[in-house]
């Protein structure tokens, strides 16, 4: 009954690979994200999508794919990957997008690229 | 542009200490505000929200309150345990904008 998982916990590949991350919320939220947190823990947004359609991407390279099939699922495919890339990813979702509604986080999947 | 800055860590402190973490923030308009905490190996969590200036936000004897003459929302417990150790953020969002920002985050450690 985990709110916002993300699969897989923990992804080792190399570089030059092609990687998938799925998120899924069962809390019936409108919006859903995604943040990477680089290894000094500092947050910043990716992408934000609302019942489906892409609200914000953050100058985010365009190796970079999310999708969303329906409002409760955001999957993130990253080609040809980099050292750079390496980072914890977040999937959280809010009820509505608005200011004041809180997110809701999965527990991440840490990225290494080698 | 907005933007968050928490006071730099790590904060180590002994149980039952007073823990204060300092949060100022800039933005262009009224934010929300925020404290979320992550537990090692987990996801962030919301720890505490205020939405306008002079709110309290409060919880499991965390408070925050909003001030805008100041622009901050520092955060303070009275008597922390060593199951708060955590790293906290302190983070905005503007009405209508989808996303938080957030500071940089500050790690406690608190010792028995």
């Known amino acids: 009954d985990t709110a916002v998982s993300q699969t897989p916990k923990y992804l080792v590949t190399q570089m030059g690979n092609d990687k998938s991350i799925k998120c899924e919320q069962n809390?019936?939220?409108?919006?859903m994200y995604w943040y990477k947190q680089d290894s000094k823990k500092f947050l910043k947004i990716m992408f934000s999508?609302?019942?489906?359609?892409?609200?914000i991407n953050e100058t985010v390279p365009n190796r970079f794919s999310p999708k969303s099939p329906d409002k409760a699922h955001l999957n993130l495919h990253i080609n040809s990957l980099e050292l750079g890339d390496s980072a914890v990813y977040f999937c959280?979702?809010?009820?509505?997008?608005?200011?004041?509604?809180?997110?809701?986080f999965g527990n991440g999947t840490r990225l290494t690229v080698t | 542009g907005n933007s968050v800055t928490q006071m730099e860590g790590p904060v180590t402190l002994s149980e039952e200490a007073f823990l204060t973490i300092n949060c100022t923030y800039t933005?262009?308009?009224?934010?929300?505000l925020f404290w979320y905490v992550q537990y090692p190996g987990e996801g962030l969590q919301l720890l505490l929200k205020?939405?306008?200036?002079?709110d309290k936000g409060s919880n499991k004897g965390f408070e925050a309150t909003y001030r805008k003459e100041t622009t901050s929302f520092h955060l303070e417990k009275g008597s922390v345990q060593v199951s708060d150790s955590a790293v906290y953020f302190c983070?905005?969002?503007?009405?209508?904008?989808?996303?938080?920002?957030f500071g940089q985050g500050t790690r406690l450690t608190i010792n028995p």
């Open positions: 809390l019936g939220h409108d919006t």
């Open positions: 959280a979702s809010s009820q509505d997008g608005r200011g004041n509604s809180p997110l809701h």
């Open positions: 999508y609302n019942n489906k359609e892409l609200i």
């Open positions: 205020a939405t306008k200036a002079d």
């Open positions: 933005a262009t308009g009224y934010p929300s």
């Open positions: 983070a905005l969002s503007l009405q209508g904008a989808q996303k938080l920002v």
